[in-house]
T-cell receptor, first 112, second 114 residues
Framework: AQKVTQAQTEISVVEKEDVTLDCVYE???????LFWYKQPPSGELVFLIR??????QNEISGRYSWNFQKSTSSFNFTITASQVVDSAVYFC?????????FGKGTRLHILP | NAGVTQTPKFQVLKTGQSMTLQCAQD?????MYWYRQDPGMGLRLIYY???????DKGEVPNGYNVSRLNKREFSLRLESAAPSQTSVYFC?????????????FGDGTRLSIL
């Protein structure tokens, strides 16, 4: 069975702090893909990153970075020097075996 | 640069009424999807269509029907709306089904069943 767990339901941090959003997944497939999406208060879903199961390199894009570790089945997302505009719900998703499963999301509040 | 367009954006129905949610994409994607989003539940797949002429059930298909009218359009129908179907509905599309390519989402339809 496939599963995506985002254990942090809601996080609040003060602006400029770093914050890490956790994502743990379960799958028996050897080939799979992991995604992060952002849902700002306006409601749309915005694709942030994709990672395949054979590429464990971490990725950095500006203030965003992703740490993929197959050994712990985790694909964590870190925002450095957070800003109020980062306030949103963030979803982790797993695609494999002709299915895609989303986590329940982490609501992130960045306080000014 | 429309991407995925959903109509309507908001709708209020009475229990037992029927309704069709429309979705169209202009990216020439093969696969299209319908999700519902409920508080604390994330996104749950209702139905998907891997290609024109095919549809398959997702995680929560009961109470819904779909039609893949052509490559561009994928509609979701509630034949007899129930309060449990109050939700935000998202349509999405991608190049092939469940591949390494991300899904592109519409802006959502907020549906309330009274």
């Amino acid at each position: 069975a496939q599963k995506v767990t985002q254990a942090q339901t809601e996080i609040s941090v003060v602006e400029k702090e770093d914050v890490t959003l956790d994502c743990v997944y379960e799958t028996r497939d050897t080939t799979y893909y992991l995604f992060w999406y952002k849902q700002p208060p306006s409601g749309e879903l915005v694709f942030l990153i994709r990672r395949n199961s054979f590429d464990e390199q971490n990725e950095i894009s500006g203030r965003y970075s992703w740490n993929f570790q197959k050994s712990t089945s985790s694909f964590n997302f870190t925002i450095t020097a957070s800003q109020v505009v980062d306030s949103a719900v963030y979803f982790c998703a797993l695609s494999s075996d002709d299915k895609i499963i989303f986590g329940k999301g982490t609501r992130l509040h960045i306080l000014p | 640069n429309a991407g995925v367009t959903q109509t309507p954006k908001f709708q209020v129905l009475k229990t037992g009424q029927s309704m069709t949610l429309q979705c169209a994409q202009d990216m020439n994607h093969n696969s299209m999807y319908w999700y519902r989003q409920d508080p604390g539940m994330g996104l749950r797949l209702i139905y998907y269509s891997a290609s024109e002429g095919t549809t398959d059930k997702g995680e929560v298909p009961n109470g819904y029907n779909v039609s893949r009218l052509n490559k561009r359009e994928f509609s979701l129908r509630l034949e007899s709306a129930a309060p449990s179907q109050t939700s935000v509905y998202f349509c999405a599309s991608s190049v092939p089904t469940y591949s390494n390519q991300p899904q592109h989402f519409g802006d959502g339809t907020r549906l309330s069943i009274l």
